[in-house]
């Protein structure tokens, strides 16, 4: 359904189809990811935005088939350049990854070995993959991914514990891009630095996107960043995908309640200001409820919201939302608003400090 776009004369590096990773749990399954559908393009930086606990890494690992026990894949298609890495062994899996596609991971920074040299860390990215090479050849790589990241090259010779955490992150870039993948799935990299370091890593990220044409899926919450950074947005909810638009469009006609809402806790783009959503999710994951995901959050909810699950549909160049009021507006309209939080006048006037206003998931009493 989504490639049909005048995005679908680009070529295509991923597609992810129907995606479907549960974690099993004692008290019944966490449906964590639940049938998504997007598709990166060749060159292009997709923004996976969405609270805490949405399914953002879970996807990133899905897609690198990298789900852990207790979770696991049940269902759907992760095509990288046409070929679906859900079927794959092992073996086959390990080929694609650093080649096909690479992962920054969430707290990448703590992930590199603490007693290995830089050097070392990166050339075995380099080998594992590609076999033994003459050192001086490998040096010249590895001293050209470190330039391209912009470290110093006497990070070349320096442990983990001797660089800042921003320098640690960019070595994290370095190894993504070490074997020049066309697509780098980076795991809220910014994040736990400070201000002005995370700058620095954006523009590190950045620059390799401009310089290297890779795709890139960026996960984050700062959505001042987001609007720096990437091509196009996916917003997330519940482990459902709620809206995707190309993110110029996302910032000025957000069309879901939740991307609204997520869009007016920032007060300025200019700002920056990390998102702060402190309600989190509002049901169980392992029970959701029928009808739409954002249900209980929504200040716009009616009846028709709380039994009919809404779509994800275009309304737009590019531009998607699983939302009744544009899918059904008759069925909306003539539908009994729920009792919620105190309901703003319009949509638009969506403000932060109505996300912190207590939601009664069970009141059913029209307001
Ligand atoms: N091992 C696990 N067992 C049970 N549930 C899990 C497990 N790992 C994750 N989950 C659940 O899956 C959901 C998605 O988690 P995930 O880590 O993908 O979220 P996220 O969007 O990356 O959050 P964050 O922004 O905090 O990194 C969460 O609700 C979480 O509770
Ligand atoms: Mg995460």
Same mark, same amino acid.
């Given at each position: 359904m989504l490639s049909s776009l005048p995005n679908g004369s680009r070529p295509v590096v991923l597609d992810v189809q129907d995606l479907r990773v549960h974690y099993a749990t004692p008290r019944g399954? $966490?449906? #964590? $990811?639940?049938g998504i559908s997007f598709q990166v393009y060749q060159g292009e930086t997709v923004g996976l935005v969405g609270e805490s606990g949405c399914g953002k890494t879970t996807t990133a690992m899905a897609i690198l088939r990298l789900v852990q026990p207790p979770g696991r894949i049940i269902g759907g298609r992760v095509l990288i350049e046409g070929t679906d890495l859900v079927p794959l062994t092992e073996k086959q899996l390990r080929e694609m990854r650093w080649n096909k596609l690479a992962l920054i991971p969430q707290g990448a920074m703590n992930s590199l070995n603490p007693v290995m040299r830089i050097k070392d860390q990166i050339g075995d990215a380099i080998t594992t993959h590609e076999g033994k090479q003459p050192r001086d050849v490998l040096k010249g790589r590895i001293l050209e991914l470190l330039n391209q990241v912009g470290?110093? #090259?006497? $990070?070349?010779?320096?442990?983990?514990?001797?660089?800042?955490g921003g320098m640690k992150q960019r070595v994290c870039v370095a190894m993504a891009i070490a074997l020049n993948p066309p697509l780098i799935i980076a795991d809220e990299p910014t994040s736990a630095l400070d201000v002005v370091v995370q700058r620095v890593v954006a523009q590190t990220l950045l620059d390799v996107k401009q310089r290297l044409g890779v795709s890139m899926i960026l996960i984050g919450h700062d959505m001042g960043l987001q609007a720096q950074l990437v091509d196009r947005i996916i917003v997330m909810y519940a482990g459902n995908i709620v809206e995707i638009a190309p993110v110029r469009e996302a910032f000025k006609n957000p069309l879901h309640p939740y991307t609204q809402l997520l869009i007016a806790s920032i007060p300025s783009i200019k700002e920056r200001k990390p998102l702060k959503v402190t309600e989190g999710l509002t049901h169980d994951l392992r029970n959701p409820p029928p009808g739409c995901v954002f249900q209980f959050r929504c200040p716009y909810a009616r009846e028709i919201c709380r039994s009919l699950r809404p779509q994800l549909k275009a309304y737009g160049v590019e531009h998607f939302t699983a939302c009744h009021?544009?899918?059904n507006p008759m069925l909306y309209e003539n539908s009994a608003p729920i009792a919620t939080a105190t309901r703003p006048a319009t949509p638009g006037a969506l403000y932060a400090s109505d996300l912190m206003k207590e939601v009664d998931p069970h009141a059913g009493a029209a307001a």
């Open positions: 399954d $966490v449906i #964590a $990811v639940n470290l110093p #090259a006497r $990070v070349y010779n320096m442990y983990p514990h001797e660089l800042s009021i544009y899918e």
